[in-house]
C-alpha cells in the first residue's frame, strides 16, 4: 500500500527558506500529491498541490509566490520549496495522497500521517 513519509521541517528565522520532502512508496497509482498544514489550535488548511499525471500546481493564496511544490518521478518524492517564511507559516506539514485531481484537493479531510513540524520564529 502506498505509504508517504514527511521530512525536512525545522526551525527557520523569518524570512528563511525551508524545504520539505514527501517520499512514496509501495503503490504509487495516485492523481495528485497535496501539501496541508496545521497551526496550533487551528484545523488543517490546505497549502498546495501538484498533478501526478501533467505535473500542473496549484497554491492557496497566502503562500502564493513563496512556495514551490514540485516532483522526482524517479525518486518517487514531492517537495515543497518554502521561501520568505514567515511565523504564521508555522505548523505541522503533511503531504497526502490525492484520488481526485488537484482541483479538489482543499476539501480533503484526511487521513493524515505523521506531518513535519515547521515552526518560524526569531
Known amino acids: 500500500q502506498l505509504q508517504l513519509v514527511e521530512s525536512g521541517g525545522g526551525l527557520v528565522q523569518p524570512g528563511g527558506s525551508l524545504t520539505l520532502s514527501c517520499a512514496a512508496s509501495g503503490f504509487t497509482d495516485y492523481f495528485a500529491i497535496g501539501w496541508f498544514r496545521q497551526a496550533p489550535g487551528k484545523d488543517h488548511e490546505a497549502v498546495s498541490c501538484?498533478?501526478?499525471?501533467?505535473?500542473?500546481?496549484y497554491y492557496v493564496d497566502i503562500v502564493k509566490g513563496r512556495f514551490t511544490i514540485s516532483k522526482d518521478n524517479v525518486k518517487n518524492t514531492v517537495y515543497l520549496q518554502m521561501n520568505s517564511l514567515k511565523s504564521e507559516d508555522t505548523g505541522v506539514y503533511y503531504c497526502?495522497?490525492?484520488?481526485?485531481?488537484?482541483?479538489?484537493?482543499?476539501?480533503?479531510?484526511?487521513?493524515w500521517g505523521q506531518g513535519t513540524q515547521v515552526t518560524v520564529a526569531s
Open positions: 497526502t495522497a490525492q484520488h481526485h485531481y488537484c482541483t479538489d484537493y482543499e476539501n480533503y479531510a484526511g487521513p
Open positions: 501538484i498533478n501526478n499525471g501533467d505535473g500542473s500546481t
